[in-house]
């Protein structure tokens, strides 16, 4: 039963380090080559579509983790697990505390309503983005390592 709790968890951890990796990396830079009203549009839509997914996404990752952490306590790797799950924190308090809000402005925003400063603000989500994308690397990686 630890062994698929392993999998599922290490799964579903990398699947979502790849959908943020993929918007940080490739989204971003997609949108970001459209003109003005478009890039700011994408970015809103995205903004809704993602915002009402990653939550259960990321606090499902930390449940898991944390799961196999004390599941798996007295296995090598415990604390490359905990490790882990310290950093999938990490994440969620990022996310809580710096991005959700950005990201809530951005969702409602149209060429007509949006402030004057709307590129500064998603210049930060972006930069704050490309930080919790390294710390979800980190613990997808640290997760990986468990396994061996």
Known sequence: MLNALEVVTTVVV?????VEFS????????LNALPEDSRQLGHAHGGRMLGTLMPFWYIGSLVLSAVWAVAGRHQDGAGLVVVAAGLLILSVAMSVLLLVPIN??????TPEN????????????????????AVIVAAFTLLVTALA
């Open 14 to 18: 990398g699947l979502m380090v790849g």
């Open 23 to 30: 918007v940080a990396f490739v989204m971003n830079r997609i």
């Open 114 to 133: 949006r402030p004057a400063d709307w590129k500064q603000q998603l210049h930060r989500w972006e930069r704050l983005h490309y930080v919790r994308v």
């Open 104 to 109: 809530n402005r951005n969702r409602t925003w």
